[in-house]
């Protein structure tokens, strides 16, 4: 099993194009998996944990609601954001500037064949990196993703998740809100969910926080779970 994960950061980086990227990286690995069983070989496949922001953008995963947006095409304009409809599963959510925006493009057979496990550890990660800057985050029964005051009617989502898997290879990943701008969540039924606020660490920390800092906080976390060789 290949433990070693190339670490990408692709900056401000526009939807579509990370989109499209992700998609060759992903088509290459599987691709390399069919020939090895096609051919009875055994060649490596790589793993990639690709960090990036993205403008304003608003993504509808493959189960989700078209409706759960609330805006039509001149006020996505206004707001200078854009849409589109995506293969990952979840429904509707936000990214943009701020937002630490993460997608493991890995071959889980180099880890552990369990998608539940892969999103739980996710998760276990960006609440290690929350502990780390005083925040107590938690999961929230029948849902994914992270969130502030789960076991009350206070309860907020700092952290969103959808994965595409296939031949055991993942793609997309995890939205967690650093610095973002909250206001954008109000134009959207934020992952279906109509009930629920949505936070930051920025929120709950009362100060902007460095994204750096998160960044490397998170790499450690996420590495150690999965037992990586990030390089």
């Not at 929230?140 to 309860?155: K, L």
Request: charge should be negative.
């Amino acid at each position: 099993m290949n433990k070693k994960v190339e670490f990408i950061d692709w900056g401000l980086t526009d939807y579509q194009e990370a989109w499209r990227k992700q998609e060759a990286i992903f088509d290459e690995t599987v691709a390399l998996k069919i020939q090895n069983r096609t051919n009875n070989t055994e060649l490596e496949t790589p793993n990639y944990l690709i960090f990036c922001e993205h403008p304003h953008v608003y993504t509808l995963g493959k189960s989700g609601k078209p409706e759960n947006l609330l805006l039509d095409d001149a006020a996505l304009l206004a707001k200078g954001a854009t849409y589109h409809k995506i293969n990952r599963g979840g429904d509707i959510t936000y990214h943009g500037p701020g937002q630490l925006v993460g997608y493991p493009i890995l071959d889980l057979d180099n880890f552990f064949t369990d998608i539940h496990l892969y999103l739980r550890t996710l998760e276990e990660a960006v609440i290690y990196t929350l502990a780390d800057f005083g925040i107590i985050g938690s999961r929230y029964p029948g849902f994914t993703g992270v969130w502030i005051d789960a076991d009350n009617e206070r309860a907020r989502k700092i952290c969103a998740m959808g994965v595409r898997c296939s031949r055991w290879v993942t793609m997309h990943g995890f939205a967690f809100n650093v610095n973002t701008d909250l206001d954008y969540f109000k134009n959207i039924v934020p992952c279906g969910i109509d009930d629920k606020d949505v936070t930051s660490m920025e929120r709950e920390l009362d100060d902007v926080i460095d994204m750096e800092d998160v960044k490397e906080r998170l790499k450690y976390h996420i590495s150690t779970l999965f037992n990586m060789e990030l390089f």
